[in-house]
């Protein structure tokens, strides 16, 4: 089959890359990033570089494929998030249409049938609502939890305060997933066939907030590390001061309130994975402790 990816070389996309070359199949890879040519090629992958906002670009990279995986990067320079991820995703529906196209697994979200209120999240909802509007395509939303990765990001917290934690308390639930089992179930849609619309959901484990330290301290070598709840104006000047635009920090806190509510997990609850995916939070407290200790 001959495949086409967005992503670049991110924490989805670059495995997912290399399990589909291995799978034998001809794989391209977009990227904005000429720096990314040479490990694409390293990948057994055809790199096309340009930017996800040329509709012209982006429709000849996917004329000829058999399949495409689209995925909205992030953009923290972007004046309005909402906005800005649902015109990748008009762009990503027009070349589609453009170039015949006939099946797409789309990296969507958790909480993506809820029209604002979540985020970040409400942008990929936008996407999705968007390619509602394709005929004659087959469409597979994914629709992955929170992300183990996002983690990473709180551990100078936890060195320079003592403590991890956000605007949503201890007691809060979180479904949690990780990049690799994305691009393994990626993988598996990719290569078979669907048609229609569907969704599915991709979750690893499911934890509290309050258990997600529990773990990361025992791992880092710290078993009394406490999650701590912020207030949103708390969360909002911790973000800022880390060097988060504004914008893209009222998003993040706007997405800590909708996890707080669990209204994320509602539509999953419904319609769950058969199974969880390969990595437990205690498989990722590993690989967190090695960045943790570097």
Known sequence: MKITLTGSLGNI???LAKTLVQAGHQVTVISSSENKLAEIEKLGAIPAIGPVEDVAFLTNAFKGAD????????NFGAT?????????????????????????????SIGAHIDG???????????????????????????????????????????????IGSNYPADTRMVLVHPND???????????DFTGTSIRYISSDERTAGEVASALGKAIGQPDLKWV????????????????????????V??????????????YDLNKPAAFGKTKLEDFAKTFAEKFNR
Do not use: C
């Open 229 to 252: 709840e912020f207030t949103d104006e708390q969360a909002l000047q911790g973000m800022q001061q880390a060097g988060l635009p504004t914008e893209i920090a009222n998003n993040y």
């Open 182 to 192: 994305i691009a393994e179930v990626a993988a598996q849609e990719l290569q078979q």
């Open 13 to 15: 996309s670059k495995s």
């Open 80 to 108: 309005n998030y909402r906005q800005y991820i649902g015109d990748i995703g008009k762009n990503y529906a027009d070349a589609i249409q453009a170039s015949g196209v006939k099946k797409v697994v789309n990296l969507s």
């Open 67 to 74: 399949a495409i995986y689209t995925m909205v990067p992030n």
């Open 254 to 267: 706007e997405m800590g309130t909708a996890t707080k509510s669990g209204i994320l997990w509602e539509d």
């Open 117 to 163: 209120g979540t985020g970040p999240i409400s942008g990929i909802h936008d996407v999705e609502q968007t390619y509602s509007k394709l005929n004659g395509i087959a469409i597979k939303h994914l629709r992955p939890a929170f992300f183990y990765t996002n983690f990473n990001e709180n551990i100078e917290m936890i060195k320079h305060l003592g403590f």
